[in-house]
């Protein structure tokens, strides 16, 4: 990130709501939501806290705002999706190697995963509209080439052409991951494979 101090006013303004999300991603981690005080998150990145509330009026705002904001590789990962080719086997083999490269390795994604799950129960509704944003669209992008399969003869009909079942596998590596860390080793190249040879010998005719 560039020295802030080395840009424009201009630059500065412009990039400011960047740089409060991050350090509220970083303070809401290590401190917890209630724990955290705007104070804590201006002061990690030299501000007052009313240059805090000119962009976020409230901090549960802030807090919905930093979720988004740290979901947007999902976004790019659909984006990408969208444009590959290929037939509907090739193109799903592809979008399962980029939940792996994009999302389960992105250190940001595995920290906020493990944030919601501690934290969401206090704001299901906040949890809800960023499943709808942001996972909703791309579980129902790996159905639609699920279905493509199955209407083309590529893959077989129920129960192995569910989206959530396809997926399952690297969720199941994403918490192994949150859960253990570095502490214990789990090949990501050897269990994608196994987890594209499961999906496949489930779903191929």
Do not use: C, W
Not at 46 to 59: A, R
């Amino acid at each position: 990130m560039p020295d802030m101090k080395k840009l424009s006013r201009a630059e500065q303004k412009a990039r400011r709501p960047t740089q409060i999300l991050d350090a509220a991603f970083e303070e809401f981690l290590e401190r917890g939501y209630v724990a955290t005080r705007v104070e804590d998150i201006a002061n990690r990145i030299g501000v007052t806290k009313g240059t805090i509330y000119v962009y976020f009026e409230t901090k549960e705002q802030l807090f919905e705002a930093m979720i988004r904001h740290i979901s947007v590789p999902f976004e790019d990962l659909l984006a990408s999706a969208h444009e590959l080719k290929g037939t509907a086997a090739a193109r799903l083999e592809r979008l399962i190697e980029l939940v792996y490269n994009r999302i389960v390795e992105d250190r940001q994604l595995r920290e906020l995963m493990k944030f919601v799950i501690a934290e969401g129960s206090r704001f299901p509704q906040i949890v809800d509209r960023h499943h709808e944003a942001f996972i909703d669209p791309l579980d129902r992008h790996v159905q639609s080439l699920i279905d493509e399969g199955v209407k083309h003869g590529e893959f077989r009909p129920m129960p192995a052409a569910f989206a959530d079942a396809v997926v399952a596998p690297a969720i199941a590596f994403l918490v192994f991951k949150l859960i253990f860390d570095d502490r214990r080793i789990l090949d990501k190249t050897t269990y994608l494979k196994a987890h594209l040879d499961l999906v496949f010998n489930g779903l191929l005719v």
